[in-house]
């Protein structure tokens, strides 16, 4: 599928999240579905599945997500299910708080941790990173066991990897 039609799922998502004024919340949350998807592969092959039947798939969206997620992000969600078109999912949601971000004049601060970070840790971490890179920031968390500690942030193409793995990689690097 070309960066057309992930374009123009987005524009409509971006249309109808703006309709029901809740743009922060539906991107925050394709984000964080998008990333259950990708690291999931049993809820990646039930929801591409194309032998179970469609509404048996988009039950399965609004079972994992009812009464969790705003309606708009359920819809959405159904929509790429319904469609055939879920595995556009990371896509979309990416490029949605991309949008989302750039109509606030933030740039998207990618940070990976092995563990849930709390708020007052999220804020002083997007202090750090808008310190850093000089930009305003939309700090979007994803929980990553393949960081064994600390966390890697990506802001556009800068990376900055202050994770336990970088860390003892370059002390074994010095031996």
């Known amino acids: 599928m070309s960066s057309q039609?992930?374009?123009a799922y987005v524009n409509a998502m971006f249309d109808i999240a703006i309709a029901n004024d809740s743009v922060a919340v539906v991107e925050d949350e394709m984000f964080r579905l998008a990333r259950a998807y990708e690291s999931n592969e049993a809820l990646r092959s039930s929801l591409s599945d194309s032998t179970l039947p469609t509404d048996r798939r988009q039950k399965i969206v609004e079972q994992l997500l009812g009464g969790k997620a705003n309606n708009v992000t359920v819809q959405l969600a159904s929509l790429l299910v319904g469609t055939g078109h879920v595995s556009l999912l990371p896509q979309v949601a990416?490029?949605?708080v991309k949008r989302a971000s750039s109509e606030k004049q933030l740039e998207v601060a990618e940070v990976r941790s092995a563990v849930a970070l709390n708020d007052a840790q999220k804020t002083r971490i997007a202090?750090?990173?808008?310190?850093?890179?000089?930009k305003k920031l939309n700090l979007k968390v994803v929980v990553d066991p393949n960081v064994i500690g600390g966390i890697v942030a990506t802001v556009g193409d800068e990376v900055i990897d202050d994770s336990v793995r970088t860390r003892l990689d370059q002390v074994k690097s010095r031996f």
């Open 5 to 7: 039609q992930v374009n």
């Open 127 to 134: 202090e750090a990173l808008s310190k850093a890179t000089g």
């Open 94 to 96: 990416d490029a949605l």
